[in-house]
């Protein structure tokens, strides 16, 4: 079976930095790594990596054995940040059709309709972004990220700004992906969010994975007492 996901000796550099240093890892179909961290660990730029946002230094990384930063490959990809990035001037629907169509997708205004439920924020598709709140402007997000139904989803503290609902709707999404057979990596500081998603789990330090298992029969109480002891 094709890994969804796979790193190879992945290194990123910033001069004498290495914010990625060595990472080798993959993910099958339903596979989600929770990937922890403290701040400046090299989560982020590992993401930006798998999505053919930056350029290795050395190493390699691919999606669906297609070589990254070849548009095939990226274009399997979807990115949740807490960064919104979308055009204020925009509705939210508009947002999340510009992606569809980008896509190609053959029912673009479908796809965004289903993408915008999802999110439940369907009620207010039709406002300007820069007139929602923070929260809804993170469902419009994350709507416009998934539109195209990714085979694999980089989830960078994907949690950030929604309320209650909006955390509900997403975890929904993300479990609705994973168990379609895609491929998620959630970038989270919450341990009990991130595990409780996870069919991996690993900590990474200084650009590096201290630790990468299984999720499986990983007990919340130890791990977050073996987490700081990795971080301190």
Known sequence: MTARVEATDLVRAFGARRAVDGLTFSLAPGDCLALFGPNGAGKTTALRLLAGLLTPSSGRASIGGVALPKPDARA???????????????????????????????????????????????????????????????????????VHAPDVLLADEPY????????????????????????????????????????????????????????EGIKGDRYAAEYRELVA
């Open 76 to 146: 399997r990809v979807g990115i949740i940040s807490h960064r919104g990035m979308l055009y204020d001037a925009l509705t939210a629907r508009e947002n999340v059709r510009f992606s569809a169509a980008l896509h190609g997708l053959a029912d673009p205004d479908g796809a965004t309709q289903h993408a915008l439920e999802q999110l439940r924020i369907a009620d207010r598709a039709d406002v300007a972004v820069r007139s929602l709140s923070r929260g809804l402007q993170q469902r419009a997000a994350i709507a416009r990220a998934i």
């Open 160 to 215: 950030t700004g929604l309320d209650e609902q909006g955390g509900a709707a997403l975890t929904a999404l993300l479990r609705d992906r994973r168990d379609a057979g895609a491929a998620l990596i959630v970038v989270t500081h919450h341990l009990q969010e991130g595990l409780a998603l996870a069919t991996h789990a690993a900590i990474m330090r200084g650009g590096r994975f201290a630790r990468f298992e299984r999720a």
